[in-house]
């Protein structure tokens, strides 16, 4: 069955408080924090092991140490986080006497800070969060600062919790949206190709099913994706075959940014939906599964999307008077050939994906209602089947 999109006539935009744009401005983070942390001076940063091994939160650490801040670091996060991991965060930050909260590094990181500067403020059970809008009271000042150019974790009010042993659910909630964020290109220098692959290819997810979302697209939604796909489809690919071109990082991170603006106002859809049990039967990174599942969503919704798709093609394709369909097609083709051209594996068996797993995929996808319903089309367990299928 073929959803018709409607625009609507009102609608609410919503964002964090403030964005620093600055190439080596984690350097100086002590400085950048007067607001929102001011006089608090006890801070929990979240990040992962590996970033704290490589040493690239050590200028930012040394930045808030200079500027009279004690932080405590907490550093096992993991991609897809279960709830335990949050957990333990919340449990070191409540007894260090947490007065403010930090993420520093991908999605997995600030997803984490942004529950954790919620639960630590609120006696409200983690179970009660999962949905929309279930969170009560305030959380305590927030801080993000991406390591990657994908997720758009940074802008946005979702945070992902591998829930279980392969389910993952979400918290929407207006108290997840930072105080701060930092974009500080700088600091996805050292990205290897395969994840600036994958994390750009996963920024571009975003941009699209916002453009295309049944769900409160609106003008605002529109202009930010339509940028965004700008930027990401001009850059990804000097960003794969040059990690330390700082044009392209610095347009890649603020692609993913403005990405992350759109699809948290106008959300996303089934490609997240597919995407959701690769992740939590095979633990793959998620802008990985979102790339995988791309190219058979987009055409799979061509249907009913080609007249959103032909105008995006007159942003990364360039303006045609060809009629729609085909310029639909264009942008369609164009968008698998910058993700041939990033390196980013293409098929599911080539990322260890068994083939009679798709049925147990599929059943699971239908679980994720939550985006499903703002996908253009309507996805039966059929037709996610056979998504996965021509993925495979």
């Known amino acids: 069955m073929i959803m018709t999109q409607q625009q609507p006539m009102t609608f609410i935009f919503q964002t964090p408080g403030k964005l620093i744009v600055e190439w080596g401005g984690a350097a100086r983070l002590g400085e950048r924090v007067a607001y929102p942390f001011g006089d608090l001076r006890r801070l929990l940063m979240v990040t992962d092991k590996a970033l704290r091994d490589a040493c690239i939160a050590d200028p930012a650490l040394a930045s808030l140490s200079a500027a009279g801040f004690e932080v ?67 959380r305590l000042p927030l801080v993000q600062v991406p390591t990657t150019a994908g997720t758009g974790s940074e802008v946005t009010n979702i945070t992902i919790l591998t829930t279980g042993g392969t389910t993952k659910m979400g918290v929407v909630s207006r108290q997840l949206y930072a105080d701060l964020v930092l974009l500080d290109a700088e600091l996805t220098v050292g990205l290897p190709r395969i994840h600036t692959a994958a994390t750009g290819i996963d920024a571009m997810v975003h941009a699209i099913e916002a453009y295309t979302s049944r769900s409160r697209k609106n003008p605002l939604s529109d202009l930010f994706a339509r940028e965004a796909l700008r930027l990401l489809s001009a850059h990804l690919v000097a960003a794969c075959e040059d990690g330390a071109d700082r044009t392209a990082r610095e347009a890649m991170l603020l692609g993913a940014c403005y990405a992350g603006q759109a699809f948290s106002n106008s959300p996303v859809a089934a490609v997240h939906a ?22 058979p969503v987009l055409r799979f919704n061509m249907r009913a999307a080609a007249p959103l798709y032909a105008e995006l093609a007159d942003v990364v394709v360039g303006a045609s008077s060809a009629e729609t369909t085909a310029r ?32 147990v995929l599929a059943a699971d996808a239908m679980k994720q209602t939550r985006l499903l319903t703002n996908n253009p ?16």
């Not at 986080?81 to 520093?104: H, K």
């Not at 600030?110 to 954790?116: F, N, P, S, T, Y």
């Not at 995407?275 to 790339?291: F, K």
């Open 72 to 138: 405590l670091v907490f550093d096992a996060v993991v991609a897809d986080p279960p709830e335990a991991v949050l957990r333990a965060c919340v449990e070191l930050g409540r007894g260090f006497g947490a007065q403010g909260v930090i993420g520093f590094g991908g999605g997995s990181s600030m997803d984490v800070a942004k529950l954790a500067a919620l639960l630590l403020c609120t006696d409200q059970p983690l179970d009660g969060l999962y949905g929309i809008d279930k969170a009560k009271g305030d």
């Open 274 to 295: 597919l995407a959701y049990p690769l992740g939590g039967h095979y633990h793959l990174p998620h802008g990985l599964t979102n790339a995988l599942m791309l190219g």
């Open 328 to 359: 639909a097609a264009a942008f369609v083709d164009h968008v698998q050939d910058l993700m041939n051209r990033s390196g980013a594996p293409r098929r599911l068996r080539d990322v260890g994906v068994p083939e009679e797993s798709l049925p």
């Open 377 to 392: 089309v309507e996805v039966t367990e059929a037709d996610a089947l056979r998504l996965y299928q021509e993925a495979f």
